[in-house]
């Protein structure tokens, strides 16, 4: 599942993906389990409204990795096709 992070375009980061999420550019969301829950209930509230898979990650250091990056991330959004990073 998190090789899709690898392959497809995607946004990094509580800003960059809840604004993402707030132009219908979402196909999925991944939210790291060790991020803090005030910077994820926002974004979280935005997919369930619009209906936007979420899926649970271990751990931010694991997510961040999946992404490509060295530090940790609290959200990653996997774009829809079309939809530029």
Same mark, same amino acid.
């Given at each position: 599942? &998190? $090789?899709? $992070?690898?392959?497809?375009?995607? %946004?990094?980061? %509580?800003?960059?993906? #809840?604004?993402?999420?707030? #132009?219908?550019?979402?196909? *999925?969301?991944? $939210?790291?389990? =060790?991020? =803090?829950? #005030?910077? &994820?209930?926002?974004?979280? =509230?935005? *997919? ?5 898979? &979420? ?7 694991? $997510?961040?990795?999946? *992404? ?10 996997? &774009? ?6």
């Amino acid at each position: 599942m &998190l $090789l899709e $992070l690898q392959t497809k375009s995607k %946004v990094i980061g %509580v800003k960059q993906s #809840a604004k993402a999420v707030r #132009a219908d550019q979402a196909r *999925c969301v991944y $939210l790291a389990e =060790d991020a =803090d829950p #005030a910077l &994820l209930a926002p974004i979280e =509230d935005q *997919c369930c409204e619009k209906e936007i898979p &979420l899926i649970r990650v271990e751990s931010m250091a694991l $997510l961040g990795q999946a *992404c490509g990056i060295d530090v940790g991330a609290a959200v990653a959004v996997v &774009l829809k096709d079309g939809c530029a990073d």
